[in-house]
């Protein structure tokens, strides 16, 4: 299989993913936005997303080196009018658009069992669509030209296992199996620098396997998320972000 690049990647016939997000932070829409992304929705997205929902706000972490802490978790004013995030839902909930003043983001989630991933291109095609529509519609109102300041791209896992303390059997990081140890269970988290050495960074990939139990209450499994997070390439824009969720992807 390739990407969107034409690169050859993984691919894998029943991949454990249960939820993918495309999304993007932007600037120049105010906190006090909300019933303009309400008119897009109405205008826009109610006949494939006929579900609305107001959520709590969403405030996406900054990418940071690591001497931050994990995940670029920030510091910030907040506003006196906090923004409205809109859930827009596909009638069988597989397919959401979260909008908000200074985030829009396109997610997958497996809300049925038999539901089967459909893939990057189409997350990928999901979000130049809604994004482009968006950002047409603002420029239309008179609210202004989004700038993308930081994409970001989510795959969240689940991979089943018999006990969690088969740990090691699914990931790497494990003890020496020659040292009287056994690992019970683990919740790990790490960080990357997207690039290569004795280069500026692109991002950064951020991975966190936890423990958790599946919705039987009894069947353990591991929750693996990947986020990948960074600024849009070349000269940003729309295709500036969609090169970095790409980039993110292939990751």
């Known amino acids: 299989m390739a990407d969107a690049a ?10 454990p993913v249960v939820e993918v997000v495309a999304g993007a932070t932007f600037d120049g829409l105010g906190s006090d936005a909300g019933p303009l992304l309400a008119a897009f929705w109405k205008e826009h997205l109610r006949e494939q997303f006929p579900v609305l929902q107001q959520q709590p706000p969403y405030t996406p ?3 940071q080196p690591a001497s931050s802490p ?10 006196q009018i906090p923004p409205v995030r809109l859930w827009a839902q596909s009638s069988d909930g597989q397919e959401l658009l979260q909008l908000q003043p200074g985030w829009f983001a396109c997610n997958w989630r497996k809300v049925q069992p038999e539901a089967e991933y459909d893939r990057w291109l189409k997350r990928r095609e999901a979000f130049s669509r809604y994004f482009s529509a968006l950002a047409d519609y603002l420029l239309e109102e008179g609210a202004g030209q989004p700038k993308i300041r930081q994409c970001e791209v989510t795959y969240v896992n689940h991979i089943q296992v018999s006990t969690h303390s088969d740990f090691a059997k699914v990931f790497t990081l494990a003890a020496n199996p020659e040292t009287p140890l056994e690992m019970e269970q683990a919740n790990c988290q790490v960080q990357y620098v997207i690039g290569g050495p ?4 692109a991002g950064r990939l951020y991975a966190k396997i936890i423990p958790a139990l599946a919705p039987d209450g009894a069947t ?3 929750v693996l998320e990947l986020t990948a997070r960074g600024e849009p390439q070349g000269e940003g824009g729309t295709e500036g972000a969609l090169s970095f969720l790409d980039l993110g992807r292939a990751l």
């Open 220 to 222: 353990s499994l591991y």
């Open 61 to 63: 972490p900054d990418d």
């Open 198 to 201: 004795g280069q500026d960074a």
């Open 6 to 15: 034409g690169e050859s990647i993984v691919s894998f016939e029943r991949p």
């Open 70 to 79: 994990f995940g670029g978790v920030n510091l910030r004013l907040v506003s």
